[in-house]
């Protein structure tokens, strides 16, 4: 397989992986009864949530752009910078505050499923953008003259 | 002021900034009397802080580790892959679970105000790192043949 065409499968399994994320986090809503007191748990409640999707979001737009872009030899320059930029986006958006949750994960077990699933997509997403990542600069190493 | 003395200068920065971020994280600690309970809060209660630390710790070292080994020009492909492994770490620590703080900042003002020094440390440092990226790529494609 040619380094362009790993670049491809990477970049298609990014947009799947973050819209698998943003499927899963968006669908998740459970309503739970503590005390007579029914509450809603939701996603869109916590910001750390909403900041997720949304740079998911982003992240899976830019990752289909970047398969037309990728294989228009002018624009790799601009693909790699941004490349960069993405990838630190989707680990900024992988964060640990499910820790925050996990007190009501006892009431609302289906939605805490749900986030742990949509966080894992989320973290596979930055996982592949690290290998892309890496996979690029050892071509551009191999280039140097 | 050539490229390798930017380089240079925003490492030093970075070992700067996530210093910064540690001290001030670290040294985050307030006791408050609620209805006569008193309850101490403390960065080391989270694990998402604790993250945080251990994060910005390998990010400082490492920085501080580079700049001994970029004026080895042997070693500059091992640093530029180090730096997109760092810079992600960097950005996966910086997170909103400040947010989750915010119920009992009222109770703890100064603990909180220490937090968001220490989240803003450590936001510089992982914005250093970016610009740290985006130049070492910006020289390295003005390498290619």
Redesign the interface.
């Known amino acids: 397989m040619t380094k362009a065409k790993i670049s491809l499968v990477l970049r298609l399994l990014a947009v799947g992986s973050t819209a698998a994320a943003i499927a899963v986090m968006v669908t998740s809503h459970e309503t739970a009864k503590v005390l007579n007191l029914s509450f809603d748990a939701k996603y869109s409640y ?3 949530f909403v ?1 997720f999707v949304i740079a998911e979001a982003i992240a899976g737009g830019y990752s289909l752009v970047s398969l037309l872009l990728s294989c228009k030899p002018v624009f790799w ?1 601009l693909v ?2 941004m490349d ?2 993405i ?3 989707l ?2 958006s ?4 499910h ?2 949750w996990l007190p009501i994960c006892g009431q609302v077990p289906k939605f805490c499923d749900q986030l742990t699933g949509a966080l894992i997509a989320g973290f596979v997403a ?1 996982a592949i953008y ?1 290998v892309l ?2 996979c690029s ?1 050892r071509s ?2 191999a ?3």
Do not use: E
């Open positions: 916590t910001s750390a900041y320059r790699m910078m960069v930029v990838a630190m986006l680990s900024s992988i964060q640990l505050h820790a925050g930055a690290l990542l890496l600069l551009l190493f280039l140097k003259p």
